[in-house]
């Protein structure tokens, strides 16, 4: 089992930028695609951007493609969300998931989340 913590949330304004970090504690880390969901007030979580672990790949939800990156430090057990020219739309709960397979749905391990706040 993998526990996941997240950091690096707070409030910026439109336009500003900011480093989501997830920390991942238990086995081991390169095992794990890792992703970035969010969840805004009154509406259902969402995907934001995954790493898969078989090969690296990305993946970004449409409304974000340009302005986040997903990235994984696997000596640093670490998965990162820089997130870039923040519109207000992007407030939300962010949260950390990982799961053991790329070819299964859903993901069985979360973080506790942490609250971005976009300001116009």
């Known amino acids: 089992q993998v526990q996941l913590v997240e950091s690096g949330g707070g409030l910026v304004q439109a336009g500003g930028s900011l480093r989501l970090s997830c920390a991942a504690s238990?086995?081991?880390?390169?095992?794990?695609?890792m992703a970035w969901f969010r969840q805004a007030p009154g509406k259902e979580r969402q995907i934001v951007a995954s790493?898969?672990?078989?090969?690296?790949?990305?993946y970004y939800a449409d409304s974000v493609k340009g302005r986040f990156a997903i990235s994984r430090d696997n000596a640093k057990t670490t998965v990162y969300l820089q997130m870039n020219s923040l519109k207000p739309e992007d407030t939300a709960v962010y949260y950390c998931?990982?799961?053991?397979?790329?070819?299964?749905?859903?993901?069985?391990?979360w973080g506790q989340g942490t609250q971005v706040t976009v300001s116009s």
């Open positions: 998931a990982a799961r053991d397979s790329d070819y299964v749905n859903g993901y069985p391990y």
């Open positions: 238990g086995r081991t880390f390169s095992r794990y695609a």
């Open positions: 790493i898969r672990r078989s090969d690296g790949i990305l």
